[in-house]
């Protein structure tokens, strides 16, 4: 019977220490999960910001040399992400492809009216509505620049939007944070709770507080690294089903050196909360008059 009923309470004990490891894991798995929607979040918005073409109309007049000129000055600045130059064939082929494929203006008029052009798309971390402007005014002093046309009140609206989202996701961040702190906090408290007899008897016996605290605090490491671990396999997994149904995401949200960040992140997390909730609950014990075990 005593064998039997050993054999149970291991059981029962390793039961125990897995489901808390998968109560744990899901918790960092949420606190993950809306990581990985900041970080996809941004690179979404960065891509989109990335996709807003500056153009710049040239004047018919324009010298090969003048433009050629323009376009390594542009390509020089930090903040420009690509120059594209268009000649008035390519403004032709641009303009049949998006508005009308049967028009033919050489055909019909005897020239081509297009201007040609020179499309400026910016690095996404400087498109800021003061720098566009800044640049705007400065082109415009450019003797062979016509005119300069880039959709201004779009860029405002998703400048701000993009900024307010960020915010809001990391104020959400912050509190989910303190949730998940607080629920692990108590269920290694209520795992700790049930072996505080055992602890009480080791002080009894003159066990040194560090002695006791010592396997505890190795087991927490364990504990939180294995639920770490298992928080990322799920997250990984939700990518996965995410880039399985829309592989077009892909392109722009796959980063495995923001995701490897974003998984070590995680298992630090729940390596670093397990560890002070253990360091909390078994001190808690530690200070515990016997009498009070009972309660």
Excluded: C
Excluded at 81 to 100: G, M, R
Excluded at 224 to 251: C, H, M, N, R
Excluded at 271 to 277: G, L, P, V, Y
């Amino acid at each position: 019977m005593s064998e039997k009923s050993g054999i149970q309470s291991n059981w029962r004990s390793k039961m125990s220490y897995v489901s808390t490891a998968i109560s744990i894991a899901m918790v960092i798995y949420v606190v993950g999960l809306l990581g990985m929607f900041l970080i996809k979040g941004k690179a979404v918005g960065d891509s989109f910001k990335e996709k807003f073409a500056f153009e710049i109309y040239l004047k018919d007049g324009a010298k090969d040399i003048e433009i050629t000129q323009l376009k390594k000055r542009l390509g020089a600045e930090d903040f420009i992400k690509k120059v594209v130059f268009k000649d008035k064939e390519d403004a032709l082929k641009e303009y049949q492809a998006e508005i009308d494929p049967e028009e033919n203006f050489t055909m019909t008029l005897g020239i081509n009216p297009l201007p040609q052009n020179i499309d400026v798309y910016f690095e996404a971390q400087y498109l800021h509505p003061d720098s566009i402007d800044l640049l705007a005014k400065e082109l415009h002093t450019d003797p062979i620049v016509k005119e300069l046309h880039y959709p201004k009140d779009l860029m405002y609206k998703v400048y701000s939007n993009v900024n307010n989202i960020s915010l809001g996701l990391l104020a959400v961040g912050g509190l989910l944070l303190i949730i998940a702190i607080g629920l692990i906090t108590n269920t290694i408290r209520l795992r700790v709770y049930s072996q505080r007899f055992i602890i009480k008897t080791m002080q009894l016996v003159g066990a040194s507080n560090w002695f006791i605290r010592k396997p505890f605090l190795a087991s927490s490491i364990v504990l939180g690294f294995f639920s770490g671990v298992l928080a990322v396999f799920a997250l990984a997994g939700t990518l996965k089903i995410i880039y399985d149904f829309w592989p077009e995401f892909q392109s722009d949200l796959e980063n495995v050196q923001l995701d490897l960040v974003l998984y070590s992140t995680m298992i630090i997390i729940a390596i670093s909360i397990t560890w002070f909730a253990t360091q909390v609950a078994v001190g808690k014990f530690l200070r515990l008059k016997t009498d009070k075990l009972y309660y």
